[in-house]
């Protein structure tokens, strides 16, 4: 077969197009014309907008597990956020009620130490402040411990009185601090006066009251005591002065079967809740002593030789 009749052009499977930099060109060009004309004539918004109304859906399924999975670890964490926001929120509420009692106290502690000061200006008997630090620790006893002792100048049997009346007296001192028995003390007596009637009696502290009360003793049945007499000390027994508050009478019981009436007695002073005291100088400490008396001059001799 001659070789000119055969057909030299490449079968359609190896045919080649325009060359990739042909395309490229094209392409490129195509595209800038295209943005352009995208910015300038805006002519592929309505084919943009069908799109996204076209594909929103699909859209929307496939963006909610997402939303889901979003959502549930807000929750959680909010849920942790409000915890601990409550959390803050009572600790918070603890300290402010703290400070409030704190507040509390110290404002009445403040008034107590007025009236304290204001009682010192008006006793005309020397004392001095005293805090109490704490309570004796024997059941069977009413004591408090002070925290003025020897040192500061306190004496044996000093009488304590707070802003509203008469606590009890020192009855044991040490270098710094000194022991006071309380007026509700069981072994415990102190001089009284009625301010209503002039009656004087002696106040006892009441061994069977677990509410710390006194009882006045060796009183007749017809006495006139009444309830809400007020009581005070008469000064006759040479420690406390005379006219200092020391209980009010709560309860009269008059028997047959008695020559003596029952008559139990409140303190007026905060026997059971003070901090700060004032301790007075017992009243025979004020006393000034007795004159020494000098011996007599020698009587001169009559007839002595000159």
């Known amino acids: 077969m001659p070789l ?30 295209l943005m352009v004309a995208d910015v300038r004539l805006r002519v ?49 509420l603890g300290l402010q009620s703290q400070k409030a009692n704190q507040v509390e106290q110290l404002l009445l502690e ?5 009236n304290l000061v204001a009682l010192r200006e008006r006793v005309t008997t020397p004392g001095q402040l005293a805090q109490v630090l704490y309570d004796a620790a024997d059941p069977f006893s009413r004591k408090i411990i002070l925290d003025k002792g020897q040192h ?6 000093s ?16 270098g710094a601090v000194s022991e006071v028995t309380l007026i509700t003390d069981r072994d ?27 009882e006045l003793r060796f009183m007749a049945a017809n006495a006139d005591v009444r309830s809400g007499d007020v009581l005070a000390t008469s000064g006759v027994d040479g420690v406390y002065p005379p006219g200092l508050p020391v209980a009010v009478v709560e309860k009269v019981e008059r028997r047959n079967d008695s020559a003596f009436a029952r008559i139990s007695l409140r303190p007026v002073g905060l026997v059971a809740g003070t901090a700060h005291v004032m301790v007075l100088q017992p009243v025979s400490a004020q006393v000034p002593p007795r004159p020494a008396v000098e011996p007599d001059a020698p009587v001169a001799r009559r007839g002595a030789r000159k």
């Open 44 to 92: 592929t918004q309505p084919l943009r907008a069908a799109l996204a109304q076209v594909l929103y859906p699909a859209q929307w399924a496939i963006m909610q597990p997402v939303a889901a999975a979003r959502d549930v670890g807000d929750h959680f964490q909010s849920l942790q956020t409000a915890q601990r926001s409550v959390q803050q929120l009572r600790e918070k």
């Open 152 to 157: 500061d100048g306190i004496g044996p049997g």
């Open 159 to 174: 009488p304590v009185i707070d802003e509203s009346g008469v606590l009890g007296q020192v009855t044991r001192v040490y």
């Open 110 to 114: 403040n008034q107590r130490l007025r």
């Open 4 to 33: 000119g009749t055969l057909d030299r052009t490449p079968p359609p499977f190896f045919r080649q197009g325009p060359s990739a930099l042909s395309k490229l060109i094209v392409f490129s060009a195509l595209a800038l014309f």
């Open 188 to 214: 415990q007596a102190i001089p009284v006066l009625n301010t209503r009637t002039g009656a004087r009696g002696v106040a006892f502290g009441d061994a069977s009251a677990a509410s710390g009360l006194l």
